[in-house]
């Protein structure tokens, strides 16, 4: 193992190497050997997928090259496309740079919303397995069908981590390419199509073991998960770039196989696109960027940094990638705004195993006024009554448990509320009157409420164990009464392993908070600058 991962890193040098051919090592000298670079000046400010922040480095040699600093603000897909089709982001930023735009151009309008687009680079979502368990199952030398990958994961004949498909690109590729390879039709998948599938695609994610937010954080917890339980999780449906630099980076105890499907894949094509109605020195600041971006040494570069793909043809690909028997066919893609919305809300309410999630909820005195009509609008809001984009697809999912836990100065009782596959309204109106019925009044008992959280969830994890369960834990103070964070690490290796999700509100201990996130493999939410509504809907997308 250790020998296949210094290979991999030695890949990743020479890449790196054939960047600056004839030049001395030098990568400055070998693009400007491209030709003149394009100048602009100032700032050209991006709405970016979170991904991108591994290209860094190489936006500081664009910055140098043409006089331009580019300045990524990280979002999700959902969130990005919202900002974008309702011209919010072209008030705040002079370019996107998602993923895709497939499913922004969906919208109605959003013609209208961008201008030119320059694809970067590509990387197709992908299973990556540990090498011994594709071994077993025939995949080292065989490519499977997507429908040979679902009935395995349906036989629970390996794991897998995948992200939302409600706030990450990668998850939504993967269940639209899942869906368009099940129904073997070659073209777009219809809304009307959904429904005959389920039960294939249900199967498919009984499979799934890790789920998360964003590529990069699912990686991480692939990581921890590996280093903690040993081999928990057997791989993840990510791009393929996310999956050899995990290969590359040693961190791994065994290397995973990329498992390309012989049908098909999804592939990003990161399009750094000009949003409409920007100036002419800005319009003049993109072409600098584009053309920088493209050039055959940048692109190289950008390989051996982040193992995605060049998007210009005639740069070579590195030995790393695959596959080495075939084509890699591209999956259709949906042509219909409610094709791909219908995809992903069956996602939530039939598709995915079911979610479990436990409210902590601060109600002590100093959630009084603003702080506690907050945390109602919050937990309406995920009742439904949040119509944005963003909104729709973070609400309670049918076959969903939701527990809360109030506190103040000892844990408050405990309600439980199920919503079911067929009818949802009920039990979420049910959950709406829970929240409009919060009062703040006490001190604050934090670690005595998260001690019963984790009872919560052992009970219910005994009972019913297929279930993604998370805690999400919600204060605006320090603590007063009960246990402290000592006492919770002590007891922590007995409790079960349950993330807790932190939201950093108010004058919160913000240290606490992340140790308590980082010791149960969860994430903290900063809510201090932002709305709680905001971060309860972030937090969705990880549970």
Not at 218 to 234: I, S, T
Not at 484 to 507: H, M, S, W, Y
Request: net charge neutral; aromatic share 8%.
């Amino acid at each position: 193992m250790r020998r296949r991962n210094a290979a991999l890193l030695v890949v990743a040098a020479l890449l790196l190497g054939a960047c600056t051919p004839g030049t001395g090592g030098d990568p400055a000298k070998s693009i400007a050997s491209e030709g003149p670079f394009l100048k602009g000046s100032g700032t050209l400010r991006v709405l970016a997928s979170s991904e991108l922040a591994d290209l860094q480095p190489v936006l500081d040699g664009a910055r140098q090259a043409t006089g331009v600093e580019v300045k990524l603000q990280a979002t999700g897909t959902l969130d990005g496309v919202e900002n974008v089709v309702s011209g919010n982001a072209a008030t705040q930023y002079d370019a996107i740079w998602f993923a895709s735009n497939r499913y922004l151009q969906l919208h109605p309008g959003s013609g209208d919303k961008i201008g030119t687009a320059t694809k970067v680079a590509t990387s197709p979502v992908v299973l990556g397995l540990r090498q011994s368990v594709a071994q077993q199952l025939g995949w080292t030398d065989h490519r499977p069908t997507w429908s040979e990958i679902a009935v395995a994961a349906g036989e629970h004949k390996f794991t897998y981590g995948m992200t939302n498909p409600a706030s990450s690109n990668s998850g939504f590729s993967a269940l639209v390419g899942v869906a368009a390879a099940l129904a073997g039709t070659g073209a777009a998948l219809t809304a009307e199509q959904i429904a005959p599938l389920t039960p294939r695609l249900r199967a498919f994610f009984a499979g799934q073991s890790l789920t998360a937010g964003s590529s990069g954080w699912l990686a991480d917890a692939f990581v921890k998960n590996a280093a903690d339980h040993g081999k928990a999780v057997d791989g993840l449906v990510n791009y393929e770039s996310v999956i050899l630099s995990l290969n590359a980076s040693g961190k791994l105890p065994e290397p995973l196989t990329v498992v390309y499907p012989s049908d098909g894949v999804v592939t990003a094509d990161y399009p750094l696109t000009l949003l409409a109605g920007v100036s002419e020195q800005t319009k003049t600041n993109y072409a600098a960027v584009a053309d920088y971006l493209r050039r055959p040494s940048v692109q190289q570069q950008i390989m051996a940094r982040t193992w995605r793909r060049p998007a210009v043809p005639g740069v070579s690909l590195a030995a790393g990638f695959g596959p080495k028997d075939g084509p890699l066919p591209e999956l259709p893609f949906p042509g219909k705004l409610d094709a791909a919305n219908a995809l992903i809300g069956a996602f939530g309410d039939a598709l995915r195993k079911p979610a479990r999630t436990i409210y902590v909820l601060d109600l002590s005195g100093s959630m009084k006024g603003e702080r506690i009509q907050g945390l109602k609008t919050a937990l309406v809001g995920l009742t439904g009554a949040d119509t944005s984009l963003s909104g729709q697809f973070s609400r309670f999912n049918g076959r969903e448990q939701v527990i809360m836990v109030p506190f103040s100065t000892k844990p408050g009782e405990v309600r439980r509320f199920d919503v079911p596959e067929g009818d949802i309204q009920p039990a979420l109106d049910q959950i709406r009157s829970y929240a409009g019925g919060l009062s703040a009044n006490g001190d604050t008992a934090i670690y005595d409420a998260l001690f019963v959280a984790y009872d919560q969830a052992a009970a219910l994890m005994k009972d019913d164990p297929d279930r993604f369960t998370s805690i999400v834990l919600l204060t605006d103070g320090e603590l007063t009464k009960g246990a402290n964070v000592d006492a919770f690490q002590a007891r922590l290796p007995q409790l079960p392993k349950v993330p807790v999700f932190t939201i950093l509100f108010g004058e919160g201990n913000v240290g606490e908070m992340q140790k308590v996130a980082d010791l149960t493999g969860g994430k903290s939410f900063d809510a201090r600058t932002g709305s709680l509504p905001a971060a309860f809907k972030e937090i969705r997308g990880y549970q």
